[in-house]
Structure formats: structure tokens, C-alpha cells
């Protein structure tokens, strides 16, 4: 049985990704490949994949900023990152559905939690559906209420974790 390695994002990765963003969101709500490319490209550190056996299996992507809250803008571009920012914005937890409730986005927000404490950030914010408050807040994530985010015409929840 191959070993379980978190890793950040290559280049070479994007297929995988894309086929892992297409299994976990629907088109509305799904990233898209330039988007994830521009992450992958951009925001290095802060999009860290699973891998097993070959395989990206899950992952988490966001950015460092100096927003306090997590905006529909971001989720198109870079025009807010902030290489010192002192917040991170999550825009997506993934987990291929055959893989699903195996610890693996647990284990990745626990490294992203763990390297926004390091890098000395101040909180991490991400948006969820109401279904999933319970799995953020396990990690010490607060729901402050609906966001004002729209993206794919849902309802979101902004939640947060104070980290510094």
C-alpha cells in the first residue's frame, strides 16, 4: 500500500487538479484550469496537494493577504495576494470522492494550519456550505455567518481561525 505524501502543487500536476476540481465542485462553483494554473504559478506554498501512488488524491488552495475577509474577486485572480499578508483565504478543499473519509483534508489543513502559525499570519479564513461548519470547527474555525460571497449562486458560510 503506497504511503500518503502532502506535497506543494507543480506545474505538472494541473491535469490531476483540474480532474480533482471537476469531481468536487460542480461548474458553477468549480474552479477554472486558469485560475488553478495562476494558484499553482502564484501562490506556491499555499496550494499543497495529497499524492498517493501517483495519484493526487486531495488538496487545499488559498493565498496570503492583507483582506480580512474572503471576496468573489479572489477567487479570479491575484489582484489581492500579498506574498506578506497577514491573512489567508482558502478557496477550495478538495478530496477525490473515492478517497473521501480517509483523513485526508484533515491532514491538509492541518499542515495549513500549521504553516500559517509558522509563517507568523494571523488567521485563516475560508468559505463552506452549512453542511461542513461542523468538519472546519473540529479544526478551531468559527463561523461568523453567511459571507457575502456569491460564487456559483450558493449560499456560503464564512468561517475563520485566529492562527497568530
Known sequence: MSEMILREARSSDLGQIIAL?????????????SAL???????????LVAEKGG???????????????LCDEMYEGA???DPA???IMIFGVDTLPAFEHQGIASMLMEAYIKSARKDGRKSIVLTCRK??????????FV??????????????YQM???TG
Open 85 to 87: 499578508g497577514g491573512h
Open 79 to 81: 489582484l489581492l495576494y
Open 55 to 69: 495519484t493526487i488524491v486531495g488538496m487545499i488552495n488559498g493565498m496570503p493577504t492583507n483582506e480580512t475577509d
Open 131 to 140: 453542511r461542513l461548519i461542523g468538519f472546519y470547527e473540529q479544526f478551531g
Open 143 to 156: 463561523c461568523e455567518g453567511i459571507s457575502g460571497s456569491e460564487h456559483g449562486n450558493v449560499v456560503w
Open 21 to 33: 476540481e471537476q469531481a468536487c465542485f460542480p461548474p458553477e462553483q468549480a474552479a477554472s484550469p
Open 37 to 47: 494554473k495562476e494558484r499553482i504559478e502564484r501562490f506556491g506554498p499555499y496550494f
Open 160 to 162: 475563520r481561525i485566529v
